[in-house]
């Protein structure tokens, strides 16, 4: 049988210690290859501005069902009542959120005890005072919330949304 002269006999430990030192070179060039930045800016889809309500339609801590980018897009605005992170109106606690879970695409519901919006499906909880970041279950997404503007005479518009929305494969309309 004739055998190969090209062949090395390298072994599991030298071949580990080769993967490693390649591994750690890598890492060490992409870290080295990224700007410094303060802090990521949020992701946002932009699509055409909507209206969606007027804040005299809005009471504390009832959701106003909503539909956005397009009528195919269920969500709530809710005024919470204190100002949140990504809040709009003269108070800073007008949200608005897909009402789709992001999981499997069930129906989610509100719940004013602890300002939360639920699946009953595989149990996902979104936290709406923290921009519907997910507090428990099965999604591997935070909810979908609307970029929000109020105008002078108290009609709030979405402009966008910084998710993608359950069953669609872009943010594209």
């Known amino acids: 049988m004739k055998r190969c002269d090209l062949l090395v006999d390298a072994g599991r430990r030298r071949f580990l210690q080769g993967a490693g030192g390649a591994a750690a070179g890598a890492a060490v060039a992409t870290v080295a290859a990224t700007p410094a930045k303060a802090q990521a ?3 946002r889809v932009s699509y055409p501005e909507s209206r969606l309500a007027n804040l005299s339609e809005l009471a504390v801590n009832e959701p106003l069902s909503v539909a956005y980018p397009d009528a195919d897009a269920p969500g709530v605005l809710i005024k919470l009542g204190q100002a949140v992170p990504g809040g709009a109106g003269p108070d800073g606690d007008v949200v608005g959120f897909s009402t789709v879970c992001p999981h499997k695409g069930y129906p989610l519901s509100y719940n004013a005890d602890d300002k ?9 909880r979104f936290d709406c005072e923290r921009g519907g970041q997910q507090t ?10 609307y970029a929000l503007r109020v105008d002078d005479a108290g ?3 979405a402009q966008g949304l910084d998710e993608l929305l359950y069953g669609r494969v872009s943010n594209v309309l």
């Open 155 to 157: 009609d709030v518009y």
């Open 41 to 43: 800016p949020l992701a």
């Open 116 to 124: 939360t919006l639920n699946c009953p499906g595989h149990y996902s």
């Open 136 to 145: 428990w279950g099965q999604a591997s997404q935070n909810l979908a919330q």
